[in-house]
């Protein structure tokens, strides 16, 4: 396969030392490398594109990078890496990530920038190697070191499969959220979804024994209408439940959310800043709300360079800890996660 970006530095690519590297890589979903350079220039981080092939961007920089740049939030990096180097076989990319405690393995393969399956979830702290292989005869070693609210998994790719009774990909995209951010909850969670037919995240949550307040005009699926209650006012104790508020959600009164909301989810087809002026207007009307999940869809993904309106419009509610990510299992669309 050809090589884009081969340059002067391409054969002399090592680190300087353990923990620096004049480079580092990104790997992303295949599609959005080149929003991912916007979103970097955006930053004004002062990367320069250094080597590009499908799933992985890396970046140069006129001073060493250390792991102090990997905690840079790049919503379309799915897992950043200080860039160890290319090797021609896989034993020559292991021996390059002596220091790391675990190794992970990641491949471009059917089309995607596949994490393969690990054993266990790191621990904060923990330095673990990645080596991806794009091609038979390419081998790239990277490493970082784990921290809350990245990916526990080898490139960003928890490769969950979603169970055949789901009745939509949400499911998916609800627990690889969880599973990326190491998100919490419990019986006594209850969570409105605005944008909620037919119902696979509301699946994917009543089976967590979380309730729900689902707010969407569409229908909902059988297998989740089976938990369903008539009343929002009198819910019951002993199991969790599911209320329908079947209408658009500009149109959801206090009323129909009740007390004791923890959590606001969206997975509305809508502007970002449609489901952001919802999601301020829900907190206002439920105060015990204390985390937000909203996956947005993006008409184009270049529209990355917004985010600062979105963080700010989160911190304007009362957010102090926002996450923006883009998972495995997203196209056009980003995770949208904070919590007070
Ligand atoms: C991708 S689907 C949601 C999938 C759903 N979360 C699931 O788990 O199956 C998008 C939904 O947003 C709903 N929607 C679009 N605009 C809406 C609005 N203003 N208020 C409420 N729901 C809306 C649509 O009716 C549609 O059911």
Redesign the pocket.
Known sequence: MPLAGRGPHFQSLHAVNPIESEYLFALCNPGSEKALKQEAESMSLGWRLSYQRRGFVSFKSDTPFSFDALTTDLALARRLCLSLGKSTTLEQATHRLSAASRIHHARFFDRKLQGLPSVGRPKPGDLIGTIVELAPDEFWSGIHRHTPLLSPDPAGDSGIEMPAES??R??LK?EEAIRFFDLEFTSKDIAV???????????ALLNRGVSVVG????KMAEIVLASAIPNRQHPPTDRPWFFHSR????LASKRDLGHGITWFMS????SPE?VLT?CARFCRMCPDIRGILITLKLTDLLQITDKNHWFAALSNIGFKSIRLQQLAVHHKELALYAHR
């Open positions: 009745p939509s949400a499911w609800l979804e605005v944008g909620c037919a037919p119902g696979g995240v509301v699946l707010v969407d005009p569409a209408k658009p959600a500009a997975d509305m087809n809508q449609v919802e």
